[in-house]
């Protein structure tokens, strides 16, 4: 049984800041679960281009307001609490946050948590980072 308190996993290298979000990477790759599970936080007022190119990835809104666009069509969702999103197409994406967005996030195949966005907005895939 794998336990872990979020307050206590953002105070070691389980939190990944970058320019204007944060993520707690609760489970990783090497818990062996298949999946990896973080809990992230977008600073209000900020706006994110992601491309996971190489993993899936299902994201549940906890608190704040803000929006999803998916670059391939234009078309705006908004992200209020309760709602999921899925990035069952590897969508690129643009991620704004009106309020503070803590978000869960689900990633398949898992990150390891040496993972960092590319230019591109994609994390590597995997086997790269072996």
Not at 22 to 45: E, K, Q, V, Y
Request: net charge negative; hydrophobic share 35%; aromatic share 8%.
């Amino acid at each position: 049984m794998i336990v872990r308190d979020l307050n206590k996993a953002r105070e070691t290298d389980r939190l990944v800041k970058a320019d204007g979000w944060d993520s707690t990477r609760l489970l990783l790759a090497g818990d062996n679960m298949g999946f990896s599970f973080h809990i992230t936080r977008i600073a209000p007022g900020t706006s994110h281009v992601f491309h996971y190119k190489h993993h899936f990835e299902s994201v549940y809104c906890v608190s704040g307001e803000g929006n999803i666009e998916d670059l391939a069509t234009g078309k705006i969702h908004q992200i209020t609490p309760g709602v999921i999103y899925a990035l069952d197409q590897h969508d690129k994406h643009r991620l704004s946050a009106t309020s503070e967005l803590v978000l869960a996030c689900s990633f398949n195949p898992p990150v390891t948590g040496q993972e960092v966005h590319r230019e591109d907005g994609s994390y590597a895939p995997v086997a790269e980072l072996a």
